[in-house]
C-alpha cells in the first residue's frame, strides 16, 4: 500500500491538486456529454457526496491535531521531568552529584537535537540508543550512592524523579510514533477526489459552465490535506511541536553547580 509519509509535503501536496482537479474535469466532461443527451439533476447525489467529504475531513482534522497536541504536553511533561531530577540531582553526594548532573546535561542534549532537524530513523534509533546508554549510567550512580547509605532520603526523592524522566521518555516517544492511519488519509484523498468529480459533473450539466470553481476548490482542499498531514508530521513540515521547554531546561541545568 502507498504510504505516503514516505513522500515530501509538496509533492503530495501538487499531487493532490493533479488528482483533485483531474477529477473534476473528468466529471464536467461527463456531465457536459449528459447535459447535451438531456440528462437530469444530481444537486442532491452531489451535496451528500460533499458532506461525507466535510464530515472526513474534520474526523481526520480533530485525529491530527490531538496527536499534536499530546506531542506538545509529552514535550513539556518530559522537561519537567528531567528538571525535577536535576533539582533532586543537587541533594546527593560528590562525586556522583557532579557526574550525575554532568549525565543529565549530556541527556538533554540528545532529547533537543533530534527535534531541532529532521532526522532519519537511523538517526532517531541512535538518539534512542543514547539515551538509554544515558539512562544506564545514572542508574549505576544511584546504585553507587545507595550502596554508600541506604538510609539517604535524597537518594529516594532522586529514585522517584529518575523513574518518571524515563517512563516520559517511552510516552513521548509513544506520542511521536502515533499518527493517523495511512489508510485514512488514502480514502480522505478518494474520498476529495469523488467529491470534486461529482461537483464537476454538475458544473458540466449547467450552460455556464466556468472552470473557476472547480480550480479555487481544488486548491482549497489540497491545502486543508496538506495542513492535517503537516499537522500530523512532528519533525518535519511548517507547524512544529514547540521546544521551548526542553530548551529552558537545558538552561537550567547548565547553570547548576556541580
Known amino acids: 500500500m502507498l504510504d505516503l509519509y514516505n513522500y515530501p509535503l509538496f509533492a503530495i501536496f501538487v499531487a ?3 488528482l483533485i482537479l483531474a477529477a473534476s474535469e473528468i466529471g464536467r466532461r461527463i456531465g457536459m456529454h449528459a ?11 452531489e451535496s451528500a457526496v460533499l ?6 475531513i474534520g474526523f481526520t482534522f480533530a485525529m491530527a491535531l490531538s496527536r499534536f497536541e499530546t506531542r506538545r504536553d509529552a514535550v513539556l511533561a518530559e522537561a519537567n521531568a528531567i528538571g525535577t531530577t536535576a533539582l533532586r540531582a543537587r541533594l546527593l553526594p560528590q562525586p ?27 538517526e532517531l534509533t541512535a538518539a534512542i540508543d543514547r539515551s538509554n546508554e544515558i539512562q544506564e549510567a545514572l542508574w549505576q550512580q ?15 526523592l532522586f529514585i522517584q524523579t529518575l523513574n518518571e524522566m524515563i517512563d516520559q521518555q517511552a510516552k513521548r516517544l509513544s ?11 488514502l480514502a480522505l484523498f478518494g474520498i476529495a477526489a469523488v467529491g470534486t468529480a461529482f461537483t464537476g459533473y454538475g458544473r458540466g450539466l449547467e450552460a455556464r459552465r466556468t472552470r473557476l470553481p472547480l480550480y479555487l476548490m481544488a486548491l482549497l482542499l489540497s491545502s486543508v490535506l496538506l ?18 521547554p ?11 553547580r556541580d
Not at 458532506?51 to 472526513?56: K, Q, S
Open 246 to 256: 526542553m530548551i529552558d531546561t537545558a538552561a537550567s541545568i547548565a547553570g547548576f
Open 35 to 45: 447535459s447535451a443527451a438531456g440528462g437530469g439533476n444530481i444537486s442532491t447525489l
Open 142 to 156: 544511584v546504585k553507587t550512592v545507595a550502596s554508600k547509605d541506604t538510609g539517604l532520603v535524597p537518594t529516594g
Open 51 to 56: 458532506g461525507l467529504m466535510a464530515l472526513m
Open 227 to 244: 495542513l492535517i498531514l503537516d499537522l500530523d508530521r512532528p519533525t518535519t513540515g511548517f507547524i512544529e511541536v514547540s521546544q521551548q
Open 96 to 122: 556522583e552529584r557532579g557526574q550525575v548532573l554532568n549525565l543529565l546535561r549530556d541527556y538533554v542534549a540528545v532529547r533537543l537535537d533530534i527535534t531541532r532537524r529532521p532526522v532519519s530513523q537511523a
Open 175 to 185: 506520542a511521536l510514533r502515533n499518527r493517523v492511519p495511512n489508510i485514512v488519509i
Open 16 to 18: 493532490g491538486v493533479v
